[in-house]
């Protein structure tokens, strides 16, 4: 570990020491603080997502705002998670309280690199512990931006960035300042993260992966969800974890399904990515978009067929929509992170439950259709770690949010976020 980010690491937790000494209410008071800041720089800190990985500035200045609105949920309900709770027993008294754990290490990803951080950073402060940021190499301008939006005059400083590569995040969590580490990103990197945090004995939450299955019944009107099928794919430049990848549709609806996806993608166009009438950038790197095109083009190899798009220029990457997919292809088993939806059909919903659980991944699904009760009948029947009913799967500050299988362990927002990193401690008095 250099010098440099021990020095960091001594501080936040000297920070500790005295911020957990903090009563909630003034807890409260630095976050307001914090969205004030946020809402101000909205703008510009939208800007600085843009230039670092491409997103256009209308997601990215959404993306701020949907920040704030998480601070809102912690600002509102934060001191009632964090009372703990009583206990009914035989003894005279018997309660729980949460108390904060120290430094927490945040090691994040560079899709959504406000939100990610916000919904790890302020459930972590606010429950009493000081953070540690290590951001992705490619989002240098949003690590600065947050920095300064957290440094709040006449508060202890609580949030701190490092710098380092992804090799030397072990040695940081062999430190024993830090507490716990909370990391969103690729199946490879939660791995070796949640080893190292498993030999240590430190909790960890993993936000990893998905491969999500859109699904679509017979009886529903399709022109009611196109629009919500092209944002559940190609938001963000089809970079997001909960993305709907995979497209399940019945076949006697397959057909019309395929033709009005595909004249929706058409109208998706790339242009001036601070124009905020764009709707899709670049994808953040140029490997990334290789990876996806490789997926791509193994799965043609192998029988699908591309309907629209299937080109890329660098990191440009088209909005495409492949079809006559299997089960036995990349495009079915890998995580498609880019701007490529796949259409499957299906003849049972038992048999779509059973390609929607195909998969090392276990995020999210979503269901459409007009009889909700069957839809509700079929939830448990999921391996995933949220089922979204004529909805696409989306993240709020309301609601946990993790996954099953290879997409991680744990749970962000909500009330779970908040305890994700407190020691709920059991008080008994005879």
């Given at each position: 570990?250099?010098?440099?980010?021990?020095?960091?690491?001594?501080?936040?937790?000297?920070?500790f020491?005295?911020?957990?000494s903090?009563?909630?209410a003034e807890?409260v008071?630095?976050?307001q603080?914090?969205?004030?800041?946020?809402?101000?720089?909205?703008?510009?800190?939208?800007?600085?997502?843009?230039?670092?990985?491409?997103?256009p500035?209308?997601?990215?200045?959404?993306?701020?705002?949907?920040?704030?609105?998480?601070?809102?949920?912690?600002?509102?309900?934060?001191?009632?998670?964090?009372?703990?709770?009583?206990?009914?027993?035989?003894?005279t008294?018997t309660?729980?309280v949460?108390?904060?754990?120290?430094?927490?290490?945040?090691?994040m990803?560079?899709?959504?690199?406000?939100?990610?951080?916000?919904?790890?950073?302020?459930p972590?402060i606010l429950?009493?512990?000081?953070?540690?940021?290590k951001?992705?190499?490619?989002?240098?301008?949003?690590?600065k931006?947050l920095?300064?939006c957290?440094?709040i005059?006449?508060f202890e400083?609580?949030?701190?960035?490092?710098?380092v590569?992804?090799?030397?995040?072990d040695?940081?969590?062999?430190?024993?300042?830090?507490?716990?580490?909370?990391?969103?990103?690729?199946e490879?990197?939660g791995?070796?993260v949640?080893k190292?945090?498993?030999?240590l004995?430190?909790?960890?939450?993993?936000e990893?992966?998905?491969?999500n299955?859109?699904?679509?019944?017979?009886?529903v009107?399709?022109?009611?969800?196109i629009?919500?099928?092209?944002?559940?794919?190609?938001q963000?430049?089809?970079?997001?974890c909960?993305a709907?990848?995979r497209?399940l549709?019945?076949?006697?609806?397959?057909?019309?399904f395929?033709?009005?996806?595909?004249?929706a993608v058409?109208?998706i166009?790339?242009?001036d990515?601070?124009d905020?009438?764009?709707?899709?950038?670049l994808?953040?790197?140029?490997?990334?978009?290789?990876?996806?095109?490789?997926?791509?083009?193994?799965?043609?190899k192998?029988?699908?067929?591309?309907?629209v798009?299937?080109?890329?220029d660098g990191?440009?990457?088209?909005?495409?929509?492949i079809t006559?997919?299997t089960?036995?292809?990349p495009?079915?088993?890998?995580?498609?992170?880019?701007?490529?939806?796949v259409?499957?059909?299906y003849?049972?919903f038992?048999e779509?439950?059973s390609m929607s659980?195909?998969?090392?991944?276990?995020?999210?699904?979503?269901?459409?259709?007009?009889?909700?009760?069957?839809?509700?009948?079929?939830?448990?029947?999921?391996?995933?770690?949220?089922v979204?009913?004529?909805?696409m799967?989306?993240?709020d500050?309301?609601?946990p949010?993790?996954?099953n299988?290879?997409?991680?362990?744990?749970?962000?927002m909500?009330?779970?976020?908040?305890?994700?990193?407190?020691?709920k401690?059991?008080?008994?008095?005879?």
């Open positions: 570990m250099n010098a440099v980010v021990s020095t960091t690491l001594d501080r936040a937790n000297q920070s020491l005295e911020w957990k903090v009563n909630v807890r008071v630095y976050l603080q914090v969205k004030a800041k946020l809402l101000a720089n909205l703008q510009e800190y939208g800007k600085c997502m843009t230039l670092d990985m491409h997103k500035i209308r997601q990215a200045v959404a993306e701020a705002e949907k920040s704030a609105r998480l601070i809102d949920y912690y600002i509102e309900n934060g001191e009632e998670i964090l009372k703990g709770r009583t206990i009914k027993t035989d003894w008294e309660y729980t949460n108390d904060p754990l120290g430094v927490i290490l945040g090691v990803p560079w899709n959504f690199p406000f939100w990610q951080v916000f919904r790890f950073a302020i972590a429950a009493g512990n000081t953070v540690v940021v951001h992705a190499s490619n989002v240098p301008l949003s690590a931006a920095e300064e957290f440094s005059e006449g400083q609580v949030y701190f960035n490092i710098t590569s992804g090799k030397e995040v040695a940081i969590i062999e430190s024993p300042i830090i507490k716990g580490v909370s990391l969103t990103g690729s490879a990197a791995s070796s949640g190292k945090a498993g030999e004995i430190k909790p960890v939450v993993l990893l992966g998905g491969s299955a859109f699904i679509v019944r017979e009886d009107d399709i022109d009611a969800i629009q919500t099928a092209i944002n559940a794919r190609f963000n430049t089809g970079q997001s909960i709907g990848k497209f549709i019945h076949n006697s609806i397959k057909q019309e395929t033709d009005k996806l595909v004249e058409k109208l166009k790339f242009g990515l601070m905020h009438e764009t709707n899709i950038g994808m953040a790197r140029e490997d990334l978009a290789v990876e996806l095109e490789t997926i791509m083009n193994d799965s043609v192998m029988g699908a067929k591309v309907l798009g299937g080109k890329r990191a440009k990457f088209e909005p495409t929509v006559d997919v089960d036995q292809m495009a079915f088993q890998l995580e498609t992170f880019g701007p490529l939806a259409i499957v059909g003849e049972t038992d779509a439950i659980n195909d998969s090392r991944f276990g995020l999210g699904v979503a269901m459409f259709s007009k009889d909700v009760e069957y839809l509700k009948s079929k939830v448990h029947e999921f391996d995933e770690g949220a979204f009913i004529n909805e799967v989306i993240s500050p309301r609601v949010f993790g996954g299988k290879f997409s991680g362990i744990g749970r962000e909500a009330e779970e976020g908040l305890l994700s990193f407190v020691n401690k059991s008080v008994v008095i005879k």
